[in-house]
């Protein structure tokens, strides 16, 4: 299980990476730099709260993940 300061951690740099990503799109289509920027860290914001609360949930549940023996020797 991710500790919150690794699931915020992984947020924050796949974040970056969209940050980077939208801003190019967003520029490319515009041909406008300042609202690719506005819109890319507009993006980002919002994304990074639902990606840390994403994780959250996931780590509360346990499909996929192996179960631990029932006893130890």
Request: charged share 20%.
């Amino acid at each position: 299980m991710d500790s919150p300061r690794r699931s915020m951690a992984k947020a924050v740099s796949w974040r970056i990476g969209g940050l980077i990503v939208t801003g190019c799109v967003v520029w490319i289509i515009t041909g406008e730099l300042r609202v690719a920027a506005y819109i890319g860290v507009a993006d980002s914001v919002i994304k990074l709260g639902v990606y840390y609360v994403h994780e959250r949930v996931w780590n509360r549940i346990s499909f996929g993940r192996p179960k631990p023996p029932e006893y130890n020797i």
